[in-house]
């Protein structure tokens, strides 16, 4: 039987060892850290664009189609207050996520059927900023009733 003493230890090497990096290569390391934050930010919660009006038929209704795939497309779509309006969504993406979109101040949800177009009647409505999104709350859209 082998009996091990404290002075039979040997120290042991430690399996890594910080190197010293030059203080400009961490300066710039923190810099893109930040410059990619910000982008990353801007690209998932920043205005991208105007928006899209929706054109007005013959009845009357504002009516426009939202292409659904990997995103909407537009995404932020514009319309007059106080005019009923057909939203037309056109799902091309098989993703489950994008399966379902919901507007949560008009308490309306619709089923987006693969390779389908679906419409979605709104009564008229006042001056405001609208948003929906999928069911996952991941893709998301706005629209805007000026």
């Known amino acids: 039987m082998t009996h091990l003493f404290a002075a039979d230890l040997v120290k042991a090497e430690p399996l890594w060892r910080a190197i010293e990096q030059p ?3 961490k300066a710039l ?3 893109v850290g930040v410059a990619l934050i910000a982008w990353e930010l801007w690209w998932f919660l920043g205005r991208h664009g105007g928006g899209v009006v929706a054109r007005e038929s013959e009845a009357g209704v504002q009516e426009i189609t939202i292409t659904v795939d990997g995103g909407y497309a537009p995404s932020r779509i514009r319309v007059k207050a ?3 309006m057909r939203l037309a969504f ?3 993406d098989p993703s489950g996520c994008v399966a379902q979109v919901i507007f949560p101040d008009f308490h309306k949800t619709l089923d987006l059927p693969l390779d389908a ?3 979605l009647e709104l009564p008229p409505t006042e001056a405001g900023t609208y948003p929906f ?3 996952m709350n991941m893709v998301r859209g706005v ?4």
């Open 29 to 31: 390391v923190a810099i």
């Open 117 to 119: 177009t679906t419409s």
């Open 90 to 92: 056109h799902r091309i």
């Open 143 to 146: 629209l805007e009733v000026e």
């Open 82 to 84: 106080g005019q009923p």
């Open 133 to 135: 999104h999928c069911g």
């Open 23 to 25: 203080m400009a290569l």
